[in-house]
C-alpha cells in the first residue's frame, strides 16, 4: 500500500507546479508515440496514416518492443523515407514500457498514442486539434474513433465495437476533467482508449503521468487519473483514429488470469484515486463509477477462467491485492456463484420440464393420430358395409321380381318333372346308404 500513496503524494506535491511551462525544447508540435510488437502485418499501414501529410509538424516514436518477426525492417525502411520517424529498440516489455520510453524521450508539446495495427484518420484533424488546444489552453482533447473489421465475420463475432467509440452530444470548450468525464458517461461516450486523447506534454510529465508496467488493461488508470487532475478540458466529435478488430489482440484474446490481476490493479488505482480526489462538494458527480467498471470486469473475468488459472490468479496476487480482493470482491462472486448454481438448477429443472412436456406431447399426439386413424377406418367400414347392404337389397329385389315373372313360372313348370325325379333319385340313394 505504500508505494500507492507515495505515488499520490508525489502527483500532489508536482500538481502545485501545474503551470504551463515546456521541461525540454519543443521540436515539433506533435509526438506520435507508436508501440510496436509483431506487426509486421500492419506497421506499414500505420505509418503511412500518419506519414502522409509531409508538411504536419509531428515527430514520430516508434518503440519496437522486441518484434520477432519483420517489424523493425519495416520501420527502417519508412525512416529512410521520412527522417520524421524516430526508431527505440528495446527488449519485449509490453505496451505500457513503450509507450512509457517514448513518452520519455518525446519532444513535441502536445501527445499522441497510437498501437502499431491501427491507423490515424487524418494528420489534419489532428492538428487541428492541436490547434484547439493552443487555443483554449487544455490539457486533454478527446476526440472519435471508428472501428473497421480485419474480416467481414469479425463483425458478427464482434458486433460491440462497431458503435463503441462514437462522441454524437457537443460538449463546452473548456471543462474540468471529473465534470466532463461525469457527462461523457452520463450520454454513454465514455471510453478510456488512449489513441482517443491529445494530450499536453507538459501536464502528463508535472503530473508524473505514466503507464502501470507489466500489466494489461493500462489505458483504464490513466485515463482516470488525467481526467481527475486536469482543470481544462474537451470532446470534439472528429474522428482521430481508426480501431482495427481482429483475433488474438488483447480485447478479442482469451481470457486469463492476467486480465483478472490487472483489473484487479485497476480497482486498486483507482480505489486511492477516488479518495484522493473525490469532490466533497458534489457528492452526485457520480465519481466512483471507475471503481464499479473494474469491478465488474474482474467479476465477468474471473468467471470466465478454468480451475488452472485460478490457481495461477491466487498465486500471483500480493497481500494487498489478495485484501481488497477477498474483502470487496470474492464475496460478491461466491454469491453470483450461489445465484447461479440456483439459476442453473431452475434452468435444468424448466428443461427438463418442458423435455417431459414435450414428450407427452408428442404421446398424445401419436395417439390422438392413432384415434383419428381408427375413426377414419370405422367411417371407411361403414361405408363399405352401406354399400354392401345396398347391393344385397339390390339383389333380392332383383331375385323377386324374378321369381313373379313369367319366364320364371314357365320354367319353374317345365322343370318340376326333373327337380321331381331329383328328388326320388336322391331318397332312394339316402334309403340305400
Not at 506535491?13 to 503551470?19: E, F, H, P
Not at 509490453?94 to 508539446?109: C, I, P
Request: aromatic share 10%; net charge positive.
Amino acid at each position: 500500500m505504500q508505494n500507492s500513496f507515495t505515488l499520490f503524494f508525489e502527483i500532489v506535491n508536482k500538481r502545485q507546479d501545474i503551470v504551463r511551462r515546456t521541461v525540454v525544447k519543443l521540436d515539433k508540435k506533435l509526438s506520435i508515440i507508436i508501440p510496436c510488437y509483431n506487426v509486421e502485418k500492419y506497421i506499414a499501414e500505420c505509418l503511412e496514416s500518419v506519414c502522409n501529410a509531409r508538411d504536419a509538424e509531428v515527430e514520430v516514436i516508434c518503440v519496437n518492443d522486441g518484434s520477432t518477426d519483420g517489424t523493425l525492417s519495416i520501420i527502417e525502411q519508412w525512416k529512410q523515407k521520412d527522417d520524421r520517424i524516430i526508431i527505440i529498440n528495446q527488449e519485449n516489455k509490453g505496451v505500457s514500457a513503450a509507450r512509457n520510453q517514448g513518452l520519455n524521450l518525446a519532444k513535441g508539446e502536445f501527445i499522441y498514442f497510437l498501437d502499431g495495427d491501427d491507423k490515424v484518420a487524418d494528420v489534419a484533424i489532428l492538428k487541428k486539434c492541436c490547434e484547439q488546444m493552443q487555443r483554449d489552453n487544455l490539457e486533454i482533447l478527446i476526440g472519435a474513433a471508428r472501428s473497421f473489421y480485419e474480416f467481414p465475420e469479425l463483425q458478427n463475432k464482434f458486433p460491440e465495437f462497431e458503435k463503441r467509440y462514437r462522441i454524437e452530444h457537443e460538449y463546452p470548450p473548456v471543462m474540468k476533467g471529473t465534470e466532463l468525464m461525469a457527462e461523457m458517461r452520463r450520454n454513454g461516450e465514455w471510453t478510456v482508449s488512449q489513441s482517443m486523447r491529445i494530450y499536453r506534454r507538459d501536464f502528463l510529465q508535472v503530473n508524473n503521468i505514466h503507464y502501470t508496467e507489466g500489466k494489461i488493461y493500462e489505458d483504464n488508470y490513466v485515463s482516470f487519473l488525467g481526467m481527475y487532475l486536469a482543470e481544462r478540458t474537451t470532446a470534439v466529435k472528429e474522428i482521430l483514429y481508426e480501431r482495427r478488430v481482429r483475433e488474438n489482440s488483447i480485447m478479442t484474446q482469451k481470457v486469463t488470469h492476467r486480465n483478472v490481476e490487472s483489473y484487479l490493479v485497476n480497482f486498486i488505482q483507482d480505489l486511492y484515486l477516488i479518495a484522493e480526489y473525490r469532490d466533497v462538494t458534489k457528492p452526485n458527480m457520480g465519481m466512483d463509477f471507475p471503481l464499479d467498471i473494474a469491478r465488474r470486469e474482474i467479476k465477468r473475468t474471473y468467471r470466465l477462467l478454468d480451475e488452472e488459472e485460478k490457481r495461477k490468479f491466487e498465486e500471483c496476487l500480493t497481500e494487498e491485492q489478495k485484501f481488497y480482493f477477498d474483502v470487496l470482491i470474492r464475496r460478491e462472486i461466491e454469491v453470483v456463484y450461489m445465484l447461479d448454481a440456483k439459476s442453473r438448477l431452475l434452468e435444468r429443472t424448466v428443461k427438463e420440464n418442458k423435455e417431459m412436456q414435450k414428450k407427452q406431447e408428442s404421446r398424445i399426439w401419436k395417439l390422438e393420430e392413432q384415434v383419428a386413424k381408427l375413426e377414419e377406418d370405422k367411417k371407411q367400414e361403414h361405408e363399405r358395409n352401406e354399400k354392401h347392404q345396398k347391393d344385397l337389397k339390390k339383389a333380392n329385389k332383383k331375385l323377386k321380381e324374378l321369381k313373379a315373372s313369367n319366364s320364371w313360372k314357365i320354367g319353374r313348370a317345365i322343370t318340376w318333372p326333373v327337380r321331381k325325379l331329383k328328388a326320388i333319385l336322391r331318397k332312394f340313394s339316402n334309403g340305400n346308404a
